[in-house]
């Protein structure tokens, strides 16, 4: 029976649309029109690790062709120096999307997790090309967009075959870059001036002080729900100084400290932020051979379950509902948790002595457990008044 298996042929049908699908490439290139203004939006990479360096060299192809702005997810795999990045970008869709006028938007692999950037996809009139990384399954939720199949680098190079020279040069950056950047300092100013008034750990503050402090070119990997959205918003493009891996938002959070111990054997010393649901959800992934031997800091942020359902629900569920069905409240005693599995631990009350906890870890060479615990309502109270300066200002 094995044998039958092992030896058994397989004949894979050819693709006989490939010459339609080569001739509505052309017709995407064709519905471009670069003398008008667009943006480019950056999804997480769904690509081949080999094929990341051409992808961002034809990304950066694009941008020059172009001269448009860039938005990007933290895990989109795009280097720190891209031309025309625009740093907040969800926080100018949430503050004021009308600043954004064009035609014609280019996204990149999947949409991130961001009600914001779904929003104003879903309600954009203009053309929306999507353009996947050697895909044929239907990427886009909101069926507005042209999806070409076959990669950024083939589509650069399509692109340049069907244009004259004079449409394929270097173009400045566009007036519409000068717009979101101004929108961007104005957010950033707010968010240097009221982030870090006290020393109170939140988890929004996380998402923009960790990446600081982290080591830079050290990999990060982001669990579901709560930390991959919050660094969306504040992390101000600061995961692309190194690699960043996670599931994407919707996802679920099944095998969050199995991946990560699998990511670490590759890849270390990498630090996993996650929360204290998505922990416990995978915490006999401990259990894997070597697991405790390897060179993973986990940041664990305790805001005793599944915080994202407050922030998310919180105008359409009462305190009781949102326990009820979502919040799951546990009482975990994770210094024994820890302790059971012959993890390191430290629990840390205030910023000041996160990096000196980095550094402990990092030192150990191990995997340790840094736990941060969140005070849920104080949380909510800080975002919606930094939010609230932000969208009035």
Known sequence: MKDFYLNKNYQFLKDNNQKNKIQFSKKIFKSLNFSKPGIIIVGPYQGSTSDLGSFNVALEQLQAITGWPVFVDPVSGVLANLRGLVENWELILKKNKDVIQCEQILRLGPVSSSNDLENFLL?????????????????DP???SLE?????????KQFIGEFSYVQKKRKPLIKLVKVLKSEDKKIKEIINKELFSNKEINEYKIANYVPRIWPKNYPIM??????????????????????????RGASGIDGTLSLALGIAR?????????????????????????????????????????????NLYKNNLDEKELKKLFL?????????????????????????????????????????IIKVDINVENEMKERDLILKKILND
């Open 123 to 139: 309600n954009f009139e203009g053309l929306q090309i999507l353009v996947k990384e050697n895909n044929a399954k239907k990427l």
């Open 142 to 144: 909101f069926k507005k």
């Open 148 to 156: 070409y199949e076959f990669g950024i680098s083939n589509f650069v």
């Open 222 to 247: 982001l669990s579901a729900s709560s930390p991959i959205r919050d660094w969306l918003t504040f992390s101000e493009n600061r995961t692309l100084t190194r690699k960043c891996f996670s599931f």
């Open 266 to 310: 590759i890849t270390n010393p990498l630090l996993l932020v996650t929360g204290d649901l998505a922990l416990i959800h995978d915490i006999n992934g401990f259990l894997i051979e070597n697991a405790i031997d390897l060179n993973l800091t986990i940041l664990l942020i305790n805001n005793n379950g599944g915080n994202i359902f407050k």
């Open 328 to 368: 799951m409240p546990k009482s975990i005693n994770w210094a024994n948790i820890a302790n059971g599995y012959q993890v390191p631990y430290k629990n840390v009350s205030d910023f000041n002595k996160l990096r000196d906890a980095f550094d402990w870890s990092l030192s150990m060479q191990k995997s340790v």
